[in-house]
């Protein structure tokens, strides 16, 4: 098992040990004692959003808050206002990711093995469409062509309780496909071209392929040797963070293509708080010129929500403080009506 493996099922044990935290409130379990402060972000806490949102363009981001803050935080964009807040099913949350409509699937999963898939319109504050699984999920993609969704499972109950796999729900309903790689234990991350082909990585050095209408992975074999993290595809090129070390800043490749075989072909560095703390490489969103994501603040792991110039990078042009106690795991980009149409 490599390190990234490693960190993620440390990661796991983490939001375990956090959601077990929750379910005892109120049963003997000692509580620390709550500041001004910490009371303004428990009250917070509810779903909310405000009534402007609809017609802003919109970064969701989830939010691993403990026991005081947990859920879907809401930010206009660019501006990166606070705008609401969503509270879906679950104990812990995962990754999330967005349509073409603008509609974005929030993944959550609970310590008794059941996991959710919770489908929110632009600005809404209730599930449209619930899904319910089996395990452990890493994060998702949405087919543009066909608006299929494909979770990229660390574990799938409904397959094993030791492995992981790709699962895509056809239309985002019904029962899914699952799909595996034998060399692959564990799946991390997974985007979708424009085309419709999706391509995924987990506890390996290469990424999967499975192509539009294909049933088996094609081993997609990389230029350069890196451990590649969160992916999004962007304009003809698929972006892969790299995973690295407690040092440096964190660091977006771009690669083309072609056959069995992904060329690297530029590197984007981008500046955190004092560059420390670069694990996991956590889901991002490329918007235009902007690529925005979490990364290590002064206030925790992952503390902040940054936006950077892509592909320049280097310092962010702004960064929001995540709440009292929370941590950022990943970010999605939700385009308002107005912008869909145009």
Not at 123 to 146: E, F, K, L, R, Y
Not at 184 to 190: G, Q, S, V
Request: proline share 5%.
């Amino acid at each position: 098992m490599n390190k990234r493996s490693l960190l993620l099922l440390a990661a796991a044990a983490a939001l375990c040990a956090c959601a077990n935290q929750i379910s005892g409130a109120g049963a003997g379990v000692s509580q620390p004692s709550e500041s001004g402060a910490l009371a303004a972000y428990r009250a917070r806490a509810h779903v909310s959003m405000l009534p402007e949102t609809s017609g802003q363009d919109l970064i969701y981001v989830a939010d691993l808050g403990a026991v005081y803050h947990q859920g879907v935080d809401v930010y206009s964009y660019p501006q990166g206002k606070d705008v609401g807040f969503i509270q879906p099913d679950g104990d812990d949350f995962a990754g999330l990711c967005a349509d073409k409509q603008g509609n974005v699937w929030v993944l959550t999963w609970a310590t008794n093995g059941q996991a959710f898939y919770d489908k929110y319109g632009h600005g809404g504050t209730q599930p449209m469409q619930s899904i319910i699984a089996s395990g452990v999920p890493s994060s998702c993609a949405v087919d543009p062509t066909t608006g299929n969704l494909a979770i990229a499972n660390f574990e799938d109950f409904n397959v094993s309780r030791s492995r992981g796999d790709i699962a895509i729900y056809k239309g985002g309903q019904g029962q899914p496909e699952d799909y595996y790689d034998d060399s692959i234990t564990h799946y991390n991350y997974c985007a979708y071209d424009d085309k419709g082909n999706l391509f995924a990585d987990g506890n390996t050095d290469y990424l999967n392929e499975l192509a539009r209408d294909g049933s088996t992975f094609l081993h997609i074999y990389l230029s350069q040797e890196i451990s590649p993290g969160s992916l999004q595809w962007n304009g003809d090129s698929l972006t892969i963070a790299v995973v690295g070390g407690a040092k440096g800043p964190i660091v977006i490749d771009e690669a083309t293509i072609k056959g069995s075989g992904a060329q690297i072909i530029g590197t984007t560095k981008l500046q955190t708080y004092h560059n420390k703390g670069e694990y996991l490489a956590l889901g991002y969103s490329i918007q235009g010129k902007v690529i925005v994501g979490p990364g290590p603040g002064s206030a925790g792991p992952e503390g902040e929500l940054y936006f950077w110039p892509y592909p320049g990078g280097g310092k962010p042009s702004k960064q929001t403080t995540a709440p009292l106690y929370s941590n950022f795991y990943a970010a999605a980009f939700s385009a308002a009506p107005q912008e869909r149409a145009r």
